[in-house]
């Protein structure tokens, strides 16, 4: 799969948060993503929906945690 520079800076964002979490999937939004990367959370929006279109991440809308936490979409590693 190839990733351009940016898709692949939200991407390793993304992993990162991942890999440092103790659960198999990341809550950062648009907002905090795009605060990272200094780019508008739009930019942000559409390079994760280009992640999920080309199979690098998977995308879970309307997500409750077993404790009762609802997250608008949370974020899983790809195939």
């Given at each position: 799969m190839k990733l351009n520079p940016r898709e692949q800076a939200v991407f390793d964002i993304i992993v990162k948060d991942i890999d440092n979490s103790d659960k198999?999937?990341?809550?950062?939004s648009n907002i905090d993503l795009g605060m990272k990367l200094n780019i508008s959370p739009n930019i942000t929006r559409d390079k994760v929906r280009?992640?999920?279109l080309k199979g690098a991440l998977q995308r879970v809308e309307?997500?409750?945690?077993?404790?009762?936490?609802?997250?608008?979409?949370?974020?899983?590693?790809?195939?």
């Open positions: 198999p999937y990341s809550t950062l280009k992640l999920v309307d997500f409750w945690t077993p404790e009762g936490k609802y997250y608008n979409r949370v974020l899983y590693k790809g195939k």
